[in-house]
């Protein structure tokens, strides 16, 4: 007999979930089956059950009212992301690995941004960059990251790659924490130089230097956070 481990049961009922979405057998805010039914369906116990709903509720795709029930959020792209956003907040992975991932794939989106980008693109990227400056002015990390964050998305996009533009979703949580928290230890106008030397690089359309601006962004990101752990 194969015993499954607690995150495999997760994964099961998440992907359950998933699949009654997709289905239409649940609508986003609508109420959750009982914690009794949704082990029947899924073949599982009532521990495992309630230890995925708790899960799910830290990530934001679902909300358990006391005494009530569990809701789904109305953010039903959310819930399709669950898979992805489960490993990172189970899985333990770091922000050091984060930033290894982004700067394998990251570069290289720069690069095919500068390539591909639309006018359109291109008055989203700056009206990104304007808002990081007044944000940086207002002394406000919180809308700094937000805005940084955005032009990210905004160049994912501007590659041209749907996949990876989707990719981008699932990995919004983490990468919006570990840019508050870069944000936070250094000086502010080092993320708005650099995504200013990125704006002139795609906009000139020169795959080449938006690819190692956008390296040495993130490796200088990823050097702020080493030195603070060492501190």
Same mark, same amino acid.
């Given at each position: 007999?194969?015993?499954?481990?607690?995150?495999?049961?997760?994964?099961?009922?998440?992907?359950?979930?998933?699949?009654?979405?997709?289905?239409?057998k649940?609508?986003?805010?609508?109420? &959750?089956?009982?914690?009794?039914?949704?082990?029947?369906?899924?073949?599982?116990?009532?521990?495992?059950?309630?230890?995925?709903?708790?899960? &799910?509720?830290?990530?934001?795709?679902?909300?358990?009212?006391?005494?009530?029930?569990?809701?789904?959020?109305?953010?039903?792209?959310?819930?399709?992301?669950?898979?992805?956003?489960? &490993?990172? &907040?189970?899985?333990?992975?770091?922000?050091?690995?984060?930033?290894?991932?982004?700067?394998?794939?990251?570069?290289e989106?720069?690069?095919?941004?500068?390539?591909?980008?639309?006018?359109?693109?291109?008055?989203?990227?700056?009206?990104?960059l304007?808002?990081?400056?007044?944000?940086?002015?207002?002394?406000?990390?919180?809308?700094?990251?937000?805005?940084?964050?955005?032009?990210?998305?905004?160049?994912?996009?501007?590659?041209?790659?749907?996949?990876?533009?989707?990719?981008?979703?699932s990995?919004?949580?983490?990468?919006?924490?570990s840019?508050?928290?870069?944000?936070?230890?250094?000086?502010?106008?080092?993320?708005?130089?650099?995504?200013?030397?990125?704006?002139?690089?795609?906009?000139?359309?020169?795959?080449?230097?938006?690819?190692?601006?956008?390296?040495?962004?993130?490796?200088?990101?990823?050097?702020?956070?080493?030195?603070?752990?060492?501190?």
């Open positions: 007999m194969v015993v499954r481990k607690p995150r495999d049961l997760t994964h099961t009922i998440i992907g359950g979930l998933r699949d009654m979405i997709t289905e239409g649940l609508q986003p805010g609508s109420r &959750l089956p009982p914690e009794r039914e949704l082990a029947r369906q899924f073949g599982v116990n009532r521990a495992s059950v309630r230890q995925a709903l708790k899960a &799910l509720d830290v990530m934001g795709i679902v909300h358990q009212r006391v005494g009530d029930g569990t809701y789904l959020t109305h953010d039903a792209s959310t819930t399709l992301r669950a898979p992805l956003d489960f &490993l990172i &907040l189970v899985d333990g992975i770091t922000i050091q690995e984060l930033f290894e991932a982004r700067r394998i794939v990251e570069p989106l720069a690069a095919r941004a500068a390539k591909r980008r639309s006018d359109k693109d291109m008055e989203d990227l700056g009206e990104a304007d808002a990081m400056r007044l944000s940086l002015e207002a002394d406000s990390v919180d809308e700094l990251a937000e805005h940084d964050l955005r032009f990210h998305e905004i160049i994912w996009r501007a590659s041209g790659n749907r996949v990876c533009h989707r990719m981008f979703s990995l919004q949580r983490i990468m919006s924490r840019i508050q928290v870069t944000s936070l230890l250094r000086d502010g106008g080092t993320p708005l130089s650099a995504h200013q030397a990125l704006y002139y690089a795609i906009e000139a359309g020169d795959p080449l230097k938006a690819r190692q601006i956008m390296t040495e962004h993130l490796i200088q990101g990823e050097g702020t956070l080493q030195k603070s752990a060492v501190e």
